[in-house]
Nanobody
Framework: QVQLVESGGQLVQAGGSLRLSCVASRRIPSRSAMDWVRQAPGKAREFVAGIPWSGWTTSYADSVQGRFTISRDIANNALYLQMKDLKPEDTGVYYC????????????WGQGTQVTVST
């Protein structure tokens, strides 16, 4: 089973930018989809952005549309999330997660990386 490791989270002021990375321990199957999911303190995990590993159609939560960009590097088994114009409500632990494209349940989660946006 693939292992996922996120990095890039840190404390940033509102309006700032961050780039999160997620690296897989081995090749991600082409039938996979990779998502970014976040969890704010005291709240359930929520979908942020997703991309099929062998396709190009990206998807975003309404709350991040236009501010976040998901991308991938297939050769290096890496997933990224470029975040700009960050808001305090973007604070949370950000996870990358792997699933089979077309299915909703996740097969693998990373350990998460903390993003804190201050006012």
């Amino acid at each position: 089973q693939v292992q996922l490791v996120e990095s890039g989270g840190q404390l940033v002021q509102a309006g700032g930018s961050l780039r999160l990375s997620c690296v897989a321990s081995r090749r991600i199957p082409s039938r996979s989809a990779m998502d970014w999911v976040r969890q704010a303190p005291g709240k359930a995990r929520e979908f942020v952005a997703g991309i099929p590993w062998s396709g190009w159609t990206t998807s975003y939560a309404d709350s991040v549309q236009g501010r976040f960009t998901i991308s991938r590097d297939i050769a290096n088994n890496a997933l990224y999330l470029q975040m700009k114009d960050l808001k305090p409500e973007d604070t949370g632990v950000y996870y990358c997660a792997n699933r089979i494209f077309g299915r909703q349940e996740y097969d693998t989660w990373g350990q998460g990386t903390q993003v804190t946006v201050s006012t």
